[in-house]
């Protein structure tokens, strides 16, 4: 946003705008209050010496007009301003003392800690406000008793946050200020209908500050109170500021978390409310606990607003060191410049601490979400391939880190010193080129690997298995052909869908036909080996009975080229479903299927993919057979964690035998009870495969959700036999890694198979102390087979800041990849912990993450108030939504196959899809714009913000749900679909019916729109308001109270704040 535009209501979401140091800003809005004299603002880590502390500003928002990033702001819960980010103060108002005036507006040109802390700013231009700045690793500097067990993702560093009166016990005004805040929290009614939802840029907050609903709350303002009241009316949170602290810099918020005029009592709120005039009393009886308003408190879609309006214009830069990227819900373009995209590479943190006791002091971890092989923008250059011939590339002779941007030349360019380990290497004769002024070499521009952040180099022999160039991989298609499989139509569907997709198989650039083979296989408890070989007339069939000891009956014509044997394929494929159309088997086998792939394989010599259609738990005699163990009441139970460990350690010992052949799994299965995800997910998951599950399936409902994965999943581009190993500057080294992989040492990742939507992430720890002048450097090597056969090496590289001051590691912390790592932490708790265990190892480290920056970074104010960053002010929000999700806090409704299947789902994804996964979208489509391609602004996951009136789409990464209210105009429901009534909508729907209106047509391309952007075709829900399906939908309406027991989100608020508390006395 442009200086000179007025800054619109809704701050955007956690950060700052931009500002000019020294100038007077406008007050919020743009408009100047009137009487409000504009004060230059302060340095941020608390008073500087030398400076007068303005009083705070009285109805400012923290992140509006900040010029920085990573603004941290605080509150004194006592005075009568509020600070930016301050979310409400949980005390009382004391009684003694007359309130500030509000007109005290002040805010500085910079946010607090960004005076002289770490690098200066000029170094890392902080290209987007706050909320989303790049992230920097940030250093941390307070003494942690308790080990950081789960680290976290979060948003962009950036302003502080603080929720002053409201969180502590969350009763407001019923105790004297000097009185702990009563333990229980209680909110009182219900948000009141008028506010739809922070306001849009440009609309003005009328009624509680919808527009900064990020970073204060307040409690609904009395009307009369005692005191001098020149500002807004106070919201009887605060008592007078205290005499002895300064105020802060920072913006303050007017007491009731609104700015601008003064503003009588809003529509819809009780006058002053029992308690307020308590002033200078003692305190009488409790009045009624008040609800904390929800749109006083951080709001993930004002955040996701702002960071579009901020970033999505500009092209990001990968240029400069530590910068934090653009949030993953704005659309933006990259320019490679030296580091690589966040496309390939985000981290929890762009500036990190120097030393390891400021890591542990802030405990916020320090991790890497890395997704190798991601897929670019169009508009975006693929990762350029290059040659060094017979040579290979340029290698460090200590480290063996590849040549990239960060390594200097010297001596005339004769050497290079590694930027890894600093060690110097002679540079290669056929690789000399002389160095400019400068000490560039001339070529730098020349070179991918000198100016890029990513690049491909072309291995040499010495690089694959067994010293031989590989050949190219195989695909195999392994149908279940057991009575259930036959019954619901799946077989026959399978068979009709390959025989078209099979033309489809990926292939290299500019290659006429794919170099992959491909075999089939049908099994029950026998398997059927077929030989296709373009020479023979017919298919031919050959059965293993003996499951124990697994061989292929058959080497030549088992894979074969699509091409040359299609007419023999073809008919196969017709004859499969007749063959097994009258069967009576119902029991399966399973190992023994992967074995046939995995010893098919090894006779070809190649790596490969086996895609297997499975529907039932194997029961049959053979190796893997498993039990039904299945067992409701084990959950909250210490033995809980056996239900996600697999039953049999055969599993274990298969996919290792299948990542040693590059043998990778993908797994379809079509349960109609249990058949235990967690052990048949083990050798999918360890290879680096996906699972894709469809229980209860049925044709005309399932079909298109099914065959449009299995077209993604068979197109998509996957690299084989993979091995990745990241490199670290000196000081920090990879410790952890998450992900679908298998380990065989600690530092390399193997993958059978890798694809363009698997992310591994990285935790790094400090082994040895950083530097501010060098910073931090992590290069991603990985070495794969490409679907032509071709070996190579995809390598990234990011430089990140180091800082001694923690204020800088918060400021340029990322929530999203926070929280994408601790749910993966979590995740992985639950196989060797009690889920109670993981919960609160959590909520634990959460607290002491932001207990740390409220002790060393915010400035001093009264433990009433919470003070988020500014860029983790959606980290408690993110966090409730973890800790409701199904892995660890299941509803009564959910299988334990279903809770295996996402704890393995969520371990590979990325950041964009754990965003939308545990933050679902929610859309109101009666808003939509039928002559523009957007989409309806979002709105926030509670029930309170539907309307009966509207028809809203909800989208997870896995479902859409299609919520009807029971109030919609009849046009509308006959428009959409094509019936006179709403008592008349099927819930049975699984598409829209393709209707020739507006309306019909621009819900239909949202949601091509959205199934476009995710990596699975999600299933569509009709709900129907107060229908059964509703408690469903429900669920994913993660800022109210969830039926297994989660908490909302004002709740959880209040519960970190009273955490946080604790860990401060």
Aim: hydrophobic content about 35%; proline content about 10%.
């Amino acid at each position: 946003m442009s200086v000179n535009q007025p800054a619109h209501t809704g701050p955007p979401y956690g950060r700052p705008q931009p500002g000019y140091q020294g100038y007077q800003q406008p007050a919020y809005g743009g408009q100047p209050l009137p009487g409000v004299p504009q004060l230059q603002y302060g340095a941020y880590n608390g008073p500087m010496p030398g400076y007068q502390q303005p009083a705070p500003p009285q109805g400012y928002f923290p992140s509006l007009g900040f010029p920085s990033k990573g603004s941290p702001v605080s509150v004194n819960s006592d005075t009568s301003s509020l600070a930016p980010n301050f979310i409400g103060s949980l005390r009382a108002p004391s009684t003694s003392g007359a309130s500030l005036p509000s007109d005290h507006l002040t805010y500085s040109p910079f946010g607090q800690g960004d005076v002289q802390n770490g690098i200066p700013t000029s170094a890392a231009p902080m290209q987007r406000p706050p909320a989303s700045q790049p992230y920097l690793p940030g250093s941390a500097s307070m003494p942690v008793t308790q080990t950081p067990t789960f680290q976290q993702y979060g948003p962009p560093p950036a302003s502080v946050q603080q929720l002053s009166n409201h969180m502590a016990g969350m009763t407001i005004g019923t105790i004297a200020a000097s009185a702990p805040p009563p333990a229980g929290l209680g909110y009182g009614a219900p948000r009141p209908p008028t506010m739809p939802g922070p306001p849009l840029p440009g609309q003005t907050a009328a009624g509680p500050p919808a527009s900064q609903p990020n970073h204060v709350f307040s409690p609904p303002p009395p009307t009369s109170m005692s005191g001098p009241q020149p500002g807004p009316p106070m919201s009887g949170l605060h008592g007078p500021p205290p005499p002895t602290h300064p105020p802060q810099p920072g913006y303050q918020m007017q007491q009731n978390g609104s700015f601008g005029q003064v503003r009588g009592p809003q529509p819809n709120y009780g006058a002053a409310y029992p308690g307020a005039p308590n002033y200078g009393r003692q305190p009488g009886p409790p009045p009624p606990p008040k609800r904390l308003d929800p749109d006083s408190i951080p709001s993930p879609i004002q955040v996701i607003e702002d960071d579009r309006n901020n970033c999505g214009s500009e092209p990001f830069v990968t240029g400069v060191r530590g910068q934090v990227p653009p949030l993953v819900t704005t659309d933006f373009l990259v320019k490679d410049q030296g580091n690589a995209s966040p496309r390939y590479i985000r981290c929890t943190s762009y500036n990190i601490p120097c030393t390891s006791d400021m890591a542990k002091q802030s405990q916020v971890p320090l991790a890497a979400v890395i997704k190798p092989l991601a897929t670019l923008r169009p508009e975006e250059t693929l990762p350029y391939l290059v040659d060094h011939g017979e040579s290979g590339p340029v290698r460090c002779n200590r480290c063996k880190a590849y040549m990239c941007p960060f390594m200097q030349f010297i001596e005339g360019g004769r050497r290079f010193q590694c930027c890894f380990c600093s060690c110097v290497t002679e540079v290669p004769p056929h690789y000399f080129q002389h160095l400019d002024h400068t000490g560039k070499r001339v070529d730098f521009y020349d070179r991918p690997e000198l100016s890029l952040g990513s690049y491909e180099f072309l291995a040499t022999v010495d690089y694959c298995k067994n010293n031989k160039f590989p050949s190219p991989p195989a695909f195999i298609f392994m149908i279940d052909v057991s009575y259930n499989a036959v019954k619901s139509g799946l077989v026959r569907l399978i068979c009709e869908e390959l025989k078209s997709l099979l033309d489809y198989l990926p292939r290299e650039g500019n290659m006429e036909e794919s170099a992959i083979r491909v075999g089939f296989v049908t099994y029950n408890k026998v398997l059927h080996f077929y030989n296709v070989k373009s020479s023979l007339a017919q298919p031919q069939m050959m059965v293993v009975s003996d499951v124990a000891d697994m061989f292929v009956p058959l080497l030549d014509g088992f894979l074969v080229n699509v091409n040359e044997s299609r007419t023999v394929i073809a008919s196969l494929l017709d004859q499969i479903p007749e063959m097994f159309a009258d069967t009576r088997e119902t029991e399966t086998v399973f190992a023994p299927v992967i074995q046939a792939g995995l010893e098919a394989l090894k006779a070809a010599e190649c790596a490969g993919k086996l895609f297997i259609f499975h529907t039932s738990l194997p029961i049959a005699e053979a190796p893997g057979k498993l039990k039904n163990r299945d067992d409701k009441k084990l959950i909250n139970t210490d033995k809980e964690k056996t239900l996600f460990q697999p039953q049999t350690s055969f599993y274990n010992n298969l996919a290792k035998d299948c990542v040693t052949q590059g043998c990778c799994v993908d797994l379809f299965l079509f349960p109609n009870q249990y058949l235990d995800v967690a052990t048949l997910g083990v050798v999918t998951y360890q290879t680096g495969g996906s699972i894709y599950k469809y229980a209860y399936f049925q044709l005309e409902t399932d079909q298109d959700r099914f065959l449009n994965d299995l077209r993604r999943d068979v197109q998509k581009e996957v690299g084989f036999d993979a091995v990745m190993r990241v490199r670290t500057s000196t000081g920090i080294r990879a410790t952890d890694f998450f992900g679908a992989f298998y380990m065989s040492n600690t530092t390399d990742v193997e993958m059978a198979g890798l694809d363009c939507d698997k992310t591994i992430t990285v935790e790094f720890k400090h082994d040895d102390k950083l530097s501010e002048d060098s910073g931090a450097l992590l290069q991603c090597a990985l070495l794969y087979t490409s679907c032509a056969g071709q070996r190579r090496l995809r390598i990234h590289n990011l430089s990140l800041n180091c800082c001694t001051q923690l204020a800088d590691l918060y400021r340029n912390c990322e929530t999203d990849t926070l929280i994408n790592y601790l749910a993966k932490y979590a995740y992985r708790g639950v196989l060797s912990s009690p889920v109670k265990t993981v919960r609160d190892a959590l909520i634990s480290q959460c607290a002491q993450i932001l207990a740390c920056y409220r002790k060393n970074c915010a400035s001093p104010s009264s433990a009433g108030q919470l003070i988020l960053p500014e860029c983790m002010k959606l980290l408690p929000v993110y966090l409730n939504c973890v800790l409701k999700s199904d892995v660890l806090q299941p509803g009564l409704e959910v299988t334990t196959d279903d809770r295996a299947y996402i704890r393995q789902l969520v371990t590979s994804m990325d950041v964009a899809e754990t965003n939308v996964f545990f933050y679902p979208r929610l859309l109101p489509l009666t808003k939509a714009d039928v002559d523009s391609d957007s989409l309806p602004a979002a709105i926030r996951n509670s029930e309170e913000r539907l309307s009966k009136g509207d028809i809203y789409l909800l989208e997870n990464g896995l479902n859409i749900f299609v919520w009807v209210g029971v109030n919609v105009q009849q046009g509308l429901i006959q428009n959409l679909f094509g019936v006179s009534s709403f008592s008349q909508i099927s819930n049975g729907l699984s598409t829209l019916p393709v209707l020739e209106n507006p309306f019909s047509k621009k819900v239909r391309s949202i949601i091509d729109m959205l199934q476009m952007q995710r990596s699975r075709y999600m299933k569509l829900i009709i709900v129907k308001q107060e229908d059964k399906l509703e408690m469903l939908f429900k669920h994913f309406l993660v800022e109210d109270k969830s039926l297994s027991g989660g908490a909302s989100y004002v709740d959880f608020l209040c519960h970190m704040h009273k955490e946080i508390r604790q860990l401060l006395s």
